[in-house]
């Protein structure tokens, strides 16, 4: 049987459907506090796993659901194949009938910026990831963040931010380097996204995505466009070579930056006639981009 465990935060357990096979992780359990709400973080672990494993923190986009979006996906399946764990958990922001993530400074999907007492989201996560790896269910070098939409914003703000707890983001339909410019919102603002150390970047886009369009413009959260973040992201983690473009399919190319600082490579892989949505992903080779990296230690790092 697959472990497939619903924590709830801040001291009140929830009971699982399974016991997990980690140390530590029992039928009852609860995380360590970091705010002041309850929010739910479901957590899949594969049949035949053994000692600490990779893990995927999967962020939802705004409107979901941590457990809903892991239902969605199919990176439970993907997780079997090739054994990691997933984290999914619902973000600090209630929206609607779900949750948005606080991104300080940017506006939520209602129109309304991050309120002081909202949640914070960065800090939420790192304790999620902490307490996995206290457990004896996670290897703290080989975490990676995805997300969609307002998730794959959400990735990449952990990458500006908490670069030092990642070896790798993809970020999908939602690549961000940064806040927009107050003065040019076509371009990224440098002062609000500075890495500790350069983060392998692999982001998922669609050609006909109205809602976070690669030639930017949309909503005001989004402003500038995926090649923009790109470009940026390029320069952060210092790539030298010429950009190229690879065709991998009829419907499928991807745009690369490589000869990066710690192997940091920076692509961005677009479906023509893709929308706004997780279809645009190929799980597999999500899957085969993370594992081929590892964090670089920071030793100031947790």
């Not at 935060?9 to 530590?24: D, K, Y």
């Not at 939802?60 to 997933?86: D, K, P, Q, Y």
């Not at 692999?202 to 690669?214: E, H, S, V, Y």
Request: hydrophobic share 40%; charged share 20%.
């Amino acid at each position: 049987m697959v472990a497939f465990l619903t924590l709830i935060v801040f001291g009140v357990p929830a009971r699982a459907e399974a016991t997990s096979p980690c140390s530590g992780i029992a039928v009852e359990h609860s995380l360590t506090p970091v705010g002041n709400d309850h929010k739910a973080v479901s957590v899949y672990r594969p049949t035949k796993a053994a000692g600490a494993l990779p893990l995927i923190v999967l962020l939802h986009g705004s409107h979901g659901s941590g457990g809903a979006f892991l239902a969605e996906t199919s990176l439970a399946t993907v997780a079997e194949r090739h054994a990691f764990m997933i984290a999914a958990p619902d973000g600090g922001i209630a929206v609607d009938k779900g949750f948005a993530w606080n991104i300080p400074g940017v506006p939520t999907v209602a129109g309304s910026l991050p309120k002081a007492n909202d949640r914070d989201d960065v800090a939420f996560i790192g304790a999620v990831i902490d307490q996995l790896v206290a457990a004896g269910c996670v290897d703290p070098e080989r975490v990676y963040a995805t997300g969609v939409s307002g998730g794959g914003r959400m990735a990449s703000w952990l990458g500006c931010v908490a670069a030092s707890r990642f070896a790798a983001i993809a970020p999908v339909v939602g690549l961000r380097a940064g806040n927009p410019s107050s003065t040019t919102p076509a371009e990224p603002d440098p002062a609000s996204c500075k890495p500790s150390r350069p983060v392998p970047i692999l982001a998922f886009a669609g050609d006909r995505d109205t809602t976070n369009p690669i030639a930017g413009g949309g909503a005001r959260y989004w402003g500038y466009g995926m090649h923009a973040a790109e470009r940026r992201w390029a320069t952060l983690n210092g790539c030298l070579a010429v950009p190229t473009t690879v065709r991998l399919s009829v419907e499928v190319y991807e745009q690369r930056y490589s000869d990066c600082r710690d192997d940091a490579d920076v692509r961005g892989r677009i479906t023509i006639g893709g929308g706004h949505n997780w279809s645009v992903v190929d799980d597999e080779a999500l899957w085969s981009f993370f594992a081929a990296h590892r964090r670089v230690r920071d030793p100031h790092a947790p």
